[in-house]
């Protein structure tokens, strides 16, 4: 059995819902499985929302704020936590960790990675590539069947931070819908889940980016309205309950997760 | 969903070897040879990968994504 979890950087339930019909994968998934809106209790930064989604920790337990600190970018060894994988890997469960982008570049684990453009993909030529890239990364990953594949779309993010209100940002969404598709075909269990959500620049709960930036005019930013899709019954009710979850699911799947012990 | 089983197969150890591990593995978490050696090969396929893996993180490219950075406009 595989435990799949999909992380979807600024997926928001605004896109998604309504334009569900052209989403067929999630349409399908939200059928299959629960949905449901996760209400940050934190500040929606993604470095530190995902660092809680996959540590179990508060921001103030991990301490772990942004990708940059005094100038310095923040590193993995930072961060004084166990990792999921860090924990079910020691359990002798094989767990693999894709493009995770609590650090820039991105963190992977068990798994040889170049993420695209550091990890910030900037243009439409490098959003597709990242899309390509990571798929086709977890698909190689996912046909030697782990117990556990957490792997990270930051895309949308960058995307939406530009072209919020934009056609363009559906077309996007489409894209990461066929990928999911993809992946989903190898899962047994799944997570999907964004680290927040994501709406106009001046509704937005805190103001990541500046209005102007080199790249151009910052049109949305985040919010507190993460989304979540699953089939496992622990109900996930935060950012860390994910982590819970996961150990939860592995150990009740004992014998049918891989050589967990 | 697909239905994907887990398969097994049998490696070849030297009978002392196993014997060796059955004695080691005694009072600790591990139920059985086949777990410590499933263990031990994944500690060092992981840190080979590791080794291979990322190839070093020089200061240029940090002052890459640094650049990346201010380009998002996540630094000033």
Not at chain 1, 63 to 75: I, M
Not at chain 1, 132 to 140: H, M, N, W, Y
Request: with cysteine.
């Amino acid at each position: 059995m595989t435990f799949l979890v999909i992380g979807i950087d600024a997926a928001t339930w605004k896109i998604i819902k309504p334009n569900i019909n052209e989403l067929k994968n999630f349409r399908r998934l939200m059928k299959i499985g629960r949905y449901k809106t996760l209400i940050l209790n934190e500040k929606p930064i993604s470095a530190s929302a995902w660092c809680s989604i996959f540590s179990g920790k508060t921001p103030e337990e991990h301490k772990h704020k942004a990708f940059v600190e005094n100038g310095n970018l923040k590193t993995r060894d930072d961060i004084k936590v166990d990792f999921i994988w860090d924990i079910l890997h020691k359990q002798n469960y094989d767990v693999r960790a894709l493009n995770i982008p609590f650090v820039i570049p991105p963190y992977n684990f068990n798994c040889k990675f170049k993420p695209v453009g550091y990890g910030l993909p900037e243009t439409p030529d490098e959003w597709q590539e990242e899309l390509e890239k990571v798929t086709s990364k977890a698909i190689e990953i996912l046909e030697e069947k782990p117990d556990l594949l957490c792997v990270v779309y930051s895309l949308l993010d960058r995307i939406q931070h530009f072209h919020w209100n934009e056609p363009i940002v559906l077309e996007w969404y489409k894209r990461i819908d066929s990928v999911i598709g993809k992946l989903i075909l190898y899962a047994d269990k799944f997570i999907i889940i964004s680290d927040h959500g994501f709406c106009d620049r001046d509704d937005a709960e805190v103001q990541t980016l500046p209005e102007k930036t080199p790249r151009g005019e910052i049109k949305g930013d985040h919010d507190k309205e993460a989304i979540l899709i699953t089939n496992i019954d622990y109900d996930i009710e935060k950012l860390q309950d994910v982590f819970y979850a996961i150990m939860e699911e592995m150990k009740n799947g004992q014998g049918n997760y891989g050589n967990g012990i | 969903m697909e239905e994907k089983e887990k398969k097994f197969t049998s490696v070849s150890i030297p009978v002392p070897l196993f014997e060796k591990i059955k004695k080691r593995i005694n009072g600790t978490g591990f139920t059985s040879v086949s777990d410590y050696v499933t263990f031990v090969l994944r500690e060092i396929l992981a840190e080979e990968e590791e080794d291979e893996g990322e190839e070093p993180f020089t200061k240029e490219d940090e002052e890459k994504v640094k650049e990346r950075l201010r380009a998002l406009g996540y630094l000033d």
